[in-house]
């Protein structure tokens, strides 16, 4: 018997240092290690500890408040939320750490990608690119709720990626935004005043980025675009501190 035809290899989760904190803070909590109302070591504490950076550390204590297993008081510092001690679905909980960590990949690699994207597509877009473009802009200002506007978004930045005149651009953001499917759609969305704030200031950003390829001017969609993918972020993280 052929025993090579038996074994199966699972899947490696590479993870960043803040999911790996996350990740170690969860398994104290669900140790009762920490326990509800806790009051964490300061940020500086933790990294010391840890020998990694206090961003980091920070970073991963932004995730954990979104998941509503820290909270911070004012002058006090970081504590372990007093609801904790609800029963969780703690391979959820994980699940849902990982989800995170992967929509800032994301982020990550189309910050490096989608600026060349919008650099190609300002070189090489034809008149049929550019009317693809416009059409999904347009579609974009349309929108009434949060999953049209992902859906007009999608559109938006792969008509991008076709202009490019690039293959393998046109299945990176199809990848890319698997990740952004996550439930943090929703998170973007109440990171501005209201739905409408939300929808105006990442259309505006659309808007520049398609007049800089219309004006062929290279470097201003790339710098426009990652512009744009930084305030994606900013919006991201921020929403977690509310």
């Known amino acids: 018997m052929d025993m090579k035809k038996n074994i199966k290899f699972e899947p490696i989760k590479v993870t960043t240092a803040s999911t790996k904190i996350m990740e170690q803070l969860v398994d104290m909590i669900r140790r009762h290690e920490l326990k509800p109302g806790s009051r964490l070591p300061s940020e500086i504490e933790i990294a010391k500890q840890l020998g990694i950076s206090r961003s980091t550390v920070r970073e991963a204590l932004i995730g954990l ?79 009434s709720s949060a999953e049209d506007f992902r859906r007009a978004d999608f559109e938006f930045h792969l008509s991008l990626a076709k ?25 973007l969305k109440q990171a501005t005043h209201s739905m409408s704030v939300f929808f105006s200031e990442y259309f505006n950003d659309h ?20 512009s744009h993918l930084e305030r994606i972020k900013s919006d991201f993280l921020s929403s977690f501190t509310k």
């Open 65 to 143: 408040k979104v998941l509503r297993l820290v909270e911070s008081r004012p002058g006090k510092g970081n504590f372990i939320t007093n609801k904790v001690d609800v029963l969780y679905d703690w391979q959820d909980l994980v699940a849902k750490i990982h989800t995170r960590s992967d929509f800032l990949e994301a982020l990550e690699a189309r910050r490096a990608i989608e600026g060349e994207i919008c650099r190609l597509a300002s070189q090489r877009a034809s008149k049929n690119d550019l009317d693809r473009i416009r059409l999904a802009l347009d579609s974009s200002q349309k929108v």
């Open 207 to 226: 808007a520049k980025i398609y007049e800089a390829i219309t004006e062929r001017k290279p470097e201003l969609a790339h710098r426009r675009m990652i």
């Open 163 to 187: 202009a490019s005149a690039n293959s393998l651009f046109v299945r990176f953001i199809e990848e890319a935004y698997h990740k952004l499917t996550a439930p943090y759609w929703e998170i």
